[in-house]
């Protein structure tokens, strides 16, 4: 077992966590947000340990009782039950990765009991809010073209709407909608090419309106997008894909003009898309495939939604329900 040398004090200039973050970036397909959590994660550990231990974090033989004593830290600092499972997970990951490369013979933060968080059913949009959410951009398209407004805005609200439709139709990930290639898009076949968590591929089903709008969008690009390129630009000289926070700051506004809560993330589209294809009738396995879960328990949460507004329309309707 190689033995490590003394580690610096950030996590960006220690060997083993340099390596596994850019493992994480450029092998694992992990998202960047996970990434930022992660690296977030191992800072903080080695804040703590750097604190209460006057020294750095020796990877290779810390043991359980080190975690546990970080456990009751995390626990007394206040922290919910979710931020302290995404900080084990974090250390469990890396364990993992330095055993797999032969530094550590041991991964201490596994199987550690950690506080449980109570099940948070997904928000979603109604179908209502959907269509009032997916006309908002090209409303505010016919209204600047009628005005003779610049066309680069228009081009941009153009794209905005063919994103929608494209994160509604396809239940997309927001990384995986920005990591779109032009290529990627089957027209005849009427589906799109995915590379989601992992880098596992998938094929998901894009309808008609999602599939119009993106031709729509294209059309006024001078030229559109080569199979290379971006299906979605952040910016249409530079040709830069788009990007979750860009994504993020135009859903907000045109939540905003469709009357909608800001605060809803391009996730609630992936949420509503789930839930109206149960309530719809679609099995749960094939929702999971087209999700791109790799466990049928994290698609089974969706069951748990449309079970409970089942029953809260079922209380208030019914004449014995009570």
């Known amino acids: 077992m ?15 966590v340099a390596a596994f973050l850019a493992h994480l970036a450029s092998e694992a397909g992990t998202s960047p947000r996970t990434i930022r ?16 231990r006057e020294a750095v974090p020796d990877w290779a033989r810390l043991d359980r009782d080190d975690f546990r004593a970080w456990l009751r830290h995390l626990a007394r600092s206040g922290l919910k039950p979710p931020t302290i499972q995404l ?15 032969g530094h550590v013979t041991r991964i201490p933060p596994r199987d550690l009991p950690l506080p449980k968080a109570g099940r948070r059913l997904p928000q979603f949009l109604t179908g209502d809010q959907i269509e009032l959410l997916l006309a908002a951009p090209l409303r505010e398209w016919k209204r600047l073209h009628e005005a003779g407004a610049q066309p680069f805005e228009q081009v941009r609200l153009l794209r905005d709407a063919a994103i929608l439709e494209t994160l509604y139709s396809c239940g997309l990930r927001v990384s995986e909608l920005c990591g779109l290639k032009a290529g990627d898009i089957d027209w005849g076949g009427q589906q ?31 030229p559109p997008p ?22 993020q700051m135009r859903l907000k506004r045109h939540l905003a003009a469709a009357g909608l809560d800001p605060t809803i ?7 509503s898309f789930a839930t109206h294809l149960l309530d719809a009738g679609a099995d749960l396995r094939s929702v999971q495939e087209l999700l791109g879960h790799a466990r049928l328990a994290t698609t089974q949460v969706y069951t748990h939604v449309t079970t409970e507004r089942l029953r809260r329309a079922y209380d208030q309707a019914h004449p014995r329900a009570r």
């Open 87 to 101: 900080r084990f997970s974090a250390l469990r990951t890396f364990y993992r990765f330095l055993h797999r490369r």
């Open 37 to 52: 959590n992660y690296e977030h994660a191992l800072k903080d550990f080695r804040t703590w340990w750097r604190e209460s």
């Open 265 to 271: 993330t391009p996730h609630k589209l992936r949420h």
């Open 2 to 16: 190689t033995e490590p040398s003394r580690q610096p004090a950030e996590p960006s200039d220690d060997p083993w």
């Open 192 to 222: 799109v090419r995915v590379l989601g968590k992992g880098r596992k591929e998938r094929l998901a089903p894009i309808g008609a309106p999602a599939l119009e709008a993106i031709r729509l969008y294209w059309s006024r690009l001078d």
């Open 226 to 247: 080569a199979a290379g390129e971006p299906a979605f630009f952040a910016n249409e000289k530079s040709r830069r894909a788009m990007y979750p926070r860009l994504v």
